[in-house]
C-alpha cells in the first residue's frame, strides 16, 4: 500500500508545510469519503480532500482495477492542470502514475513510461517546494515501493527520514510506524540492511498489530 494512513502531527517547524490530513485509518477516509461524494458541490479544497483519500483508499482496495486507478489519476491530472502551483496534488498526480506502472508489468515500454513520468512529476513537486511535507510523503512512500534497479530509494530515505525530523512524532504514534515500515524499505533497497533490520524489529515489537505483521513478514524475506 502506498498511503493508508495519515495522522495528525503536531510540532511541525513552522517552515514545513504538512501533509493534508486525510484520516487515521481506513474506516475514517471510507466516511470521510462517502461524505465528500454525497455533497452536490465541492470547494477546491473539498475536492484535492476527495482525490486524496480515492488514492489512500485505491492502494488498500483488494479489488484493484486498472480503470479504477485510471480515473483517479485523470481527476488528479485535471486538478493539477487547474492548480498547477497545488505540489502536494502535483506528487499525487505523480505516485497515481507511477502506480499505474505496476499494471504494465507485460509491456516493458508503457511501464517505463508512466514510471518515468511519475517520477518526474515527483521530482518537481520537490523541487518547487522542498519543505512540503505532503509531497515528500507521496514520493517517498513511491520510491520506497519502486524496484532497486531504478536507482530511487535513496530519495526515499531522504523523505521520510525528513519528515521523522521535522514532524517531532510520539514514539507511540501509529503515524510513526506507517512512515518507519516504508523508510526501512527504502533502506533495504538503498543497499542499507541493518537500518532497514533495526526499524522492522522495532515494530515487530512495539507497533500496531498491522505494522507488526508487515515488519515480521519483511523480517521473515531476510532471513
Known sequence: SQIN??????????QYTLPTYIGSNINQQQKSLAHLTSLPELSDSQTRKKLLLALALFSNDENQSLSKLESITKQLSEFSNVQPNDVE???AYGNALSYQAIFY?????????????????????????????????LRGISYANMPSFLNRANFAVTDLSIIKQQTKLEPTDDFLNF?????????????????AKVLWQSLKSNA??????KAIARLKETE
Open 5 to 14: 494512513t495519515l495522522s495528525q502531527i503536531n510540532n511541525v517547524d513552522e
Open 89 to 91: 496534488m502535483m506528487a
Open 105 to 137: 508489468q507485460d509491456n516493458l515500454g508503457k511501464m517505463n513510461l508512466l514510471s518515468r513520468k511519475g517520477m518526474r512529476l515527483m521530482d518537481r513537486a520537490i523541487k518547487q517546494a522542498p519543505n512540503n511535507l505532503g509531497a515528500r510523503l
Open 179 to 195: 512512515v518507519n515500515y516504508y523508510l526501512a524499505m527504502a533502506f533495504a533497497k538503498n543497499n542499507q540492511p541493518e537500518q
Open 208 to 213: 500496531s498489530t498491522i505494522w507488526q505483521t
